[in-house]
């Protein structure tokens, strides 16, 4: 099977298609205000949203599920979300805190990326599907869902090793949105940040070499050695 990752928005907040054969599975669906980015991304790869066939959430923040919404009503894409954040993807209103040092222009540049691209404006979905810890998914590349819980109750790690990658969304982040830190660490705005080491751990022996996070550049390398740099 042919199959290709696709990189769409940036380092502040980004979505991730994995396009084969059989279609495209978007991995978390950005900002709101992100259509244009996701048709163009996808016009250069000679993909269509059309191509869609499901988004796949690490999670259901805000800034996770931008666009499910309209690629659901608008072309009939269900969003496929762990069950514990069903709730959070549809607007359920959760606590948590910042997390970590701030810095003004790092924080600056985060707010007002979401503000641009409709973050204070989110549009939670109508309809979901819930998965559970070790589902994998009909859909392209076959996603195996890892649970994950720490940053949120539905958390969960990614898998799809036909693009030898997984996906852990805000369990950690190579650019702390808040303070501008390159170093690998947990995610802000968690909830309960101790859980997270203890679920990561379940990836520690997985073989993909390209670990994609919810903000900041890829990691290339194994799980075991992002683990490795993780500061704590």
Request: glycine share 12%; proline share 8%; no cysteine.
């Given at each position: 099977?042919?199959?290709?990752?696709?990189?769409?928005?940036?380092?502040?907040?980004?979505?991730?298609?994995?396009?084969?054969?059989?279609?495209?599975?978007?991995?978390?669906?950005?900002?709101?205000?992100?259509?244009?980015?996701?048709?163009?991304?996808?016009?250069?790869?000679?993909?269509?949203?059309?191509?869609?066939?499901?988004?796949?959430?690490?999670?259901?923040?805000?800034?996770?599920?931008?666009?499910?919404?309209?690629?659901?009503?608008?072309?009939?894409?269900?969003?496929?979300?762990?069950?514990?954040?069903?709730?959070?993807?549809?607007?359920?209103?959760?606590?948590?805190?910042?997390?970590?040092?701030?810095?003004?222009?790092?924080?600056?540049?985060?707010?007002?990326?979401?503000?641009?691209?409709?973050?204070?404006?989110?549009?939670?979905?109508?309809?979901?599907?819930?998965?559970?810890d070790g589902d994998v998914l009909p859909l392209p590349g076959s996603p195996e869902i890892i649970g994950l819980p720490g940053h949120s109750p539905g958390s969960v790690a990614i898998r799809i090793p036909a693009v030898d990658a997984l996906f852990v969304g805000d369990a950690l982040t190579t650019r702390h949105v808040?303070?501008?830190?390159?170093?690998?660490?947990?995610?802000?705005?968690?909830?309960?940040?101790?859980?997270?080491?203890?679920?990561?751990?379940?990836?520690?022996?997985?073989?993909?070499?390209?670990?994609?996070?919810?903000?900041?550049?890829?990691?290339?390398?194994?799980?075991?050695?992002?683990?490795?740099?993780?500061?704590?």
């Amino acid at each position: 099977m042919n199959a290709e990752l696709i990189r769409i928005g940036d380092d502040i907040v980004a979505m991730h298609a994995v396009a084969t054969d059989e279609g495209i599975t978007l991995i978390d669906a950005g900002l709101p205000g992100d259509r244009r980015i996701l048709q163009r991304a996808l016009e250069a790869a000679g993909r269509r949203p059309e191509d869609i066939r499901g988004v796949v959430l690490t999670h259901g923040d805000s800034d996770h599920i931008g666009v499910a919404e309209w690629l659901r009503t608008e072309y009939g894409v269900p969003t496929y979300v762990h069950e514990a954040d069903a709730g959070r993807a549809q607007g359920e209103k959760t606590p948590s805190a910042p997390g970590g040092a701030m810095r003004l222009g790092p924080t600056l540049r985060f707010f007002a990326a979401a503000l641009r691209r409709g973050g204070l404006r989110p549009r939670h979905l109508g309809e979901v599907r819930t998965v559970q810890d070790g589902d994998v998914l009909p859909l392209p590349g076959s996603p195996e869902i890892i649970g994950l819980p720490g940053h949120s109750p539905g958390s969960v790690a990614i898998r799809i090793p036909a693009v030898d990658a997984l996906f852990v969304g805000d369990a950690l982040t190579t650019r702390h949105v808040l303070n501008g830190s390159e170093d690998v660490q947990l995610g802000p705005f968690s909830d309960a940040p101790e859980q997270t080491p203890e679920s990561l751990e379940r990836l520690r022996d997985l073989p993909e070499q390209t670990i994609v996070v919810g903000h900041g550049p890829i990691f290339h390398g194994t799980a075991a050695e992002m683990l490795g740099a993780l500061k704590r």
